[in-house]
């Protein structure tokens, strides 16, 4: 088999300890994953059998072809983003079912029988579901509704609009026939347990993401990208390495080509300010990151040669910092061309 000359190095009891740590926060809410873009880059369907194995029994993807991918597993899935006209007419997966965000939605799930199936409703975020005004007007009546969610803005922020978006949700308890309430992601679990209702829905905690303090301590990091050598070579000084010449080496150095760069999900913003590993030696990112290659100085790991691995560093808060990225662009922009490795 051929092997790829990169890979995710991806830690499963790092995944499942993320996931202990927020159910343990979750207090007695039930802590579902969000596992939407191919379980945030790692792999749906593998995050979900490990997640599955420990206890999580509600999992949300994005769109019905998400949920298809997730087939056989023996798990639940909500579909975020709803029933299309498109979806309705092709068969759909029976493991899943919608999260109804409109008025038409609702519409078009009661006339393809209505059965069971969660709603969104806006609460002041103003993306996707129904008002509460459409609520008291009746636009549930009769849907035998899972989970009535909502999502807050701003919850990894001290804003007063948390407080008031979960009033506004905490306001709607008994008056549709929901049997759980949902509103905390990752970072409204830390905010305590009045946002926890019956359900949280974590995602970048999961994968590693640290949004708010209260985290710090208990998520670990699950996901490191790993590039191999392509050529070491001496650079004299004076040498320019990469396009446009934005580092000349400042004495005769050797440099180290890994096979990486910004198709891969390692951006140009990484173009002299990321870092590599070799075990505990620190290898700077020289000069600017192209589409498929990425330089780092190596005169610090002797050793090192053409074929050897090294890895980037990834930590996701600390990344987030130096790249400006957020967490979730770090994790979802890793590209196809990564083997997927879970150890």
């Not at 996931?19 to 369907?45: D, E, F, I, T």
């Amino acid at each position: 088999m051929i092997t790829a000359p990169l890979r995710l190095r991806i830690d499963g009891d790092a995944l499942v300890s993320n996931w202990r740590a927020l159910a343990q926060m979750s207090g007695s809410a039930a802590c579902g994953a969000a596992v939407k873009a191919n379980g945030y880059g790692l792999g749906a369907p593998q995050v979900v059998k490990r997640l599955a194995d420990a206890g999580c029994r509600d999992f949300f993807v994005a769109t019905w072809t998400e949920a298809a991918e997730l087939a056989g597993l023996g798990v639940s899935v909500s579909v975020l983003h709803g029933p299309r006209a498109e979806d309705m007419a092709g068969e759909r997966p029976g493991h899943a079912r919608p999260v109804l965000n409109t008025a038409e939605q609702v519409k078009r799930w009661r006339e393809a029988g209505a059965g069971p199936c969660d709603v969104m409703v806006d609460t002041g975020m103003n993306r996707l579901g129904v008002s509460v005004a459409e609520i008291a007007d009746g636009l549930l009546d009769g849907l035998t509704i899972e989970t009535l969610m909502s999502h807050l803005a701003s919850a990894d922020e001290e804003t007063p609009l948390n407080e008031r978006q979960r009033a506004a949700f905490a306001g709607l308890k008994g008056r549709t026939s929901a049997r759980r309430m949902s509103l905390a992601n990752s970072a409204a679990i830390a905010r305590g347990a009045d946002y926890a209702f019956d359900l949280t829905r974590p995602g970048i905690a999961l994968y590693g993401g640290v949004q708010r303090p209260e985290h710090a301590a208990a998520i670990r990091q699950v996901v490191t990208p790993q590039a191999q050598i392509l050529q070491r070579r001496r650079v004299p000084a004076g040498g320019i390495v990469g396009y446009n010449g934005t580092f000349t080496a400042p004495h005769d150095m050797d440099v180290a080509v890994l096979n990486i760069g910004y198709a891969d999900g390692y951006l140009r913003c990484f173009s002299g300010k990321g870092r590599a590993w070799a075990g505990d030696v620190e290898l700077a990112v020289l000069g600017r990151v192209s589409m498929d290659l990425t330089a780092v100085g190596v005169d610090a790991a002797s050793g090192l040669g053409e074929g050897d691995w090294v890895s980037l560093d990834y930590d996701l808060p600390a990344t987030s910092a130096l790249s400006g990225l957020s967490q979730y662009e770090l994790l979802t922009g890793l590209g196809r061309r990564f083997d997927r490795v879970w150890a």
